[in-house]
């Protein structure tokens, strides 16, 4: 659970309990006189520790403003409670009490103080409960994550917004159309760096959306994911879509080991106008882009000769914008790529993800006839 939640919820900020003190004296007998002013001493230390106690004792007692009340149970009815990501323990336990789930909030947070590793299995997503339950119940019902009726939907990385429009729809029955009309709504909260392409700003993550939430909405979280994602690395606005741009062919060219030599090999390319590679990336998965293909490894000689923009064997420098929608990992390597020469690079066994990279034309066209290898012997993913 967050911490935040943890800290709100669980920690119990009553004083410790007091302990007694004896007072020991040694030596001979106290003279008369000395006995009188032991007994007045005696006497104010006794009224002392009176007073201390009832006040700590006051201090695990609710005070007029405080509520525990609790209903009997076991509750009634239906209700459904949303947990959201980033509540407070106080905020779940007042979403309770508004939905008429436990009579207090104040009954709620001593069950969990009581138990605060259980407490920490709350998780975010959508709940039915009862009303009028026990709070006891109701924690416990909250603390089983096998309770939760919204497991949450999954984007992965990597997809492009046409097919993550097809897995929102099928999870939520909001049309495809929806999401496309979402684009150009004004309520689409799209940063103006993306210059009104919503690809490569759909953050990939697992979402629970409430039920009435709208397309608009939806997009507007996960756009809300991405720029929290460029913030938190603390990359120049003017940067953002760029980044993006980069990191989408990071995405869609490489797996988790190559990230970073991947950036790499775009920033080179893009600074080496006059090189090799005439500042050209060359990229398949720019092409497939252009053809929304998934499914095979390279791409043929019509493909390559395509006009599009989005064509980086035909264009020199990025493409218009992201082909895709790249995760925190991408982001983070296109931001700050692994230092290298390399100008090359063929995923020499696609099946096996290995890939080869080079500064050399020579070696990396032996690189490319072991790809080419492979492709004979596997003609349904070339």
């Not at 007692?61 to 407070?88: H, K, L, N, R, W």
């Not at 009104?196 to 909405?217: I, R």
């Not at 879509?241 to 995405?251: K, P, Q």
Request: aromatic content about 8%; some cysteine.
């Amino acid at each position: 659970m967050n911490a935040h939640l943890e800290d709100d919820i669980f920690d119990d900020h009553r004083p410790p309990p007091s302990s007694r003190r004896e007072r020991r004296v040694h030596g001979p007998s106290p003279k008369r006189g000395r006995t009188v002013v032991a007994v007045v001493i005696a006497a104010v230390l006794v009224l002392a520790a009176v007073v201390f106690a009832f006040g700590s004792l006051r201090s695990l007692i609710p005070s007029g403003g405080e509520d525990y009340a609790d209903y009997e149970g076991p509750g009634s009815g239906q209700v459904e409670v949303t947990v959201e990501e980033g509540q407070s323990g106080s905020d779940i336990a007042s979403t309770l009490t508004d939905a008429g789930v436990v009579a207090s909030a104040g009954a709620f947070i001593q069950e969990a103080n009581a138990d605060p590793d259980k407490a920490a299995k709350i998780q975010p997503g959508v709940y039915q409960l009862k009303e009028e339950m026990k709070a006891s119940d109701a924690f416990a019902w909250l603390a089983d994550n096998a309770n939760r009726i919204a497991e949450g939907l999954t984007i992965q990385e990597g997809l492009w917004r046409s097919e993550i429009y097809q897995k929102l729809s099928e999870s939520t029955e909001i049309p495809v159309e929806d999401y496309e009309a979402a684009e150009s709504s004004d309520e689409l909260e799209l940063p103006a760096e993306a210059d009104g392409k919503v690809e490569g700003w759909l953050f990939p993550s697992t979402y629970e959306f409430e039920k009435d939430a709208t397309a608009v909405q939806q997009l507007n979280t996960m756009i809300g994911k991405t720029v929290e994602e460029l913030e938190k690395i603390g990359l120049p606005r003017e940067d953002w879509e760029r980044t993006l741009t980069v990191a989408s062919i990071v995405e869609g060219e490489s797996g988790a080991a190559d990230r970073g030599k991947v950036a790499r090999v775009v920033e080179n390319r893009l600074e080496q106008t006059d090189g090799p590679t005439v500042g050209k990336l060359q990229m398949d998965s720019t092409v497939h882009y252009i053809y929304q293909e998934r499914g095979k490894a390279g791409t043929t000689d019509e493909m390559r000769a395509d006009q599009s923009p989005y064509n980086t064997y035909v264009h020199q420098g990025l493409p218009p914008g992201p082909i895709n929608n790249p995760g925190a990992a991408a982001i983070e390597a296109a931001a700050d790529p692994e230092e290298g020469d390399w100008l090359f690079f063929v995923t020499v066994d696609p099946s096996s993800g290995e890939t080869k990279f080079t500064a050399s034309p020579e070696e990396h066209e032996q690189n490319r006839q072991e790809f080419e290898q492979w492709c004979s012997e596997n003609q349904d993913s070339c």
